[in-house]
């Protein structure tokens, strides 16, 4: 289990490097996935967290008790990878943060993603584990490995400013693009769009096309799912990940 594990932190107060969940080819194509915000049948857990480890100070308002994190789930079909994270907590009337699903398309090869949240300095990423699964046994990987894409973006609750803006962000060999698109297509006061949906007291739901992976759909994957404070506040920390890693329990 990924949590048994005692991840190395990155050398910020606050960071974390995140540990790889391997999303293996072959699994059965699902039924219809409806972009909802819900958990459709056709989802397999992938990684879970320890229930109930967001640090004290989160959990007495649910503006920011939304983030606890519990459960990933995925499924895929020919074209199309489903990813929903369980979100028990969230509510659209309360909820202020951010959220961020970080992949790796390349594997074990070095020097082949970015190793910087381009939204907040606390947040570094040094992937030094794969395999890390549910009911698998997590493997050292021969690289420190990097996410190629970076799905983060905010969650449409409260009154922030580009409230359910989410960006599609890939990784060019020195820098992250496409900040400007709001690749998810949430529209202000809705919480659906084109890619990205979410549903009070259920979670987050991902639809993402392999074209814009520029992977095939038999591709191995390695995904981990993130909340963290809005980079509107003065030094953001990190609430909690799944597959379970070190967490911030205070602002950097």
């Given at each position: 289990m990924a949590h048994t594990r005692a991840w190395r932190h990155a050398l910020q107060l606050a960071a974390f490097s995140l540990p790889l969940l391997l999303l293996g080819a072959g699994l059965a194509q699902p039924q219809a996935i409806t972009l909802d915000g819900h958990r459709d049948a056709?989802?397999?857990?992938?990684?879970?967290d320890p229930?109930?480890?967001?640090?004290?100070?989160?959990?007495?308002h649910p503006s920011t008790n939304w983030a606890e994190l519990s459960e990933l789930y995925v499924t895929?079909?020919?074209?199309?990878?489903?990813?929903?994270?369980?979100?028990?907590?969230?509510?659209?009337s309360f909820a202020v943060g951010e959220i961020g699903l970080a992949i790796d398309t390349t594997g074990d090869v070095a020097n082949s993603g970015g190793a910087i949240d381009p939204r907040t300095t606390a947040l570094t990423f040094a992937y030094t584990v794969t395999n890390a699964n549910?009911?698998?046994?997590?493997l050292d990987t021969t690289h420190i490995i990097l996410p190629d894409v970076l799905i983060r973006g905010n969650v449409p609750g409260g009154t922030e400013v580009d409230n359910g803006f989410t960006a599609f962000l890939r990784w060019n060999g020195d820098a992250w693009t496409?900040?400007?698109?709001?690749?998810?297509?949430?529209?202000p006061v809705t919480q659906v769009g084109t890619h990205v949906a979410y549903a009070n007291g259920s979670g987050v739901e991902f639809f993402i096309p392999y074209a814009d992976l520029q992977v095939s759909p038999e591709?191995?994957?390695?995904?981990?799912?993130?909340?963290?404070?809005?980079?509107?506040?003065?030094?953001?920390?990190?609430y909690d990940t799944v597959p379970a890693d070190d967490q911030a329990t205070a602002v950097a």
């Open positions: 056709a989802y397999v857990l992938l990684a879970t229930v109930a480890d967001l640090a004290a100070s989160f959990t007495s895929t079909d020919t074209t199309n990878l489903y990813v929903f994270v369980a979100l028990p907590n969230y509510s659209s549910t009911g698998a046994v997590p496409g900040s400007a698109v709001n690749w998810g297509g949430i529209a591709a191995p994957l390695h995904l981990q799912f993130f909340t963290a404070r809005h980079t509107d506040v003065t030094n953001t920390g990190t």
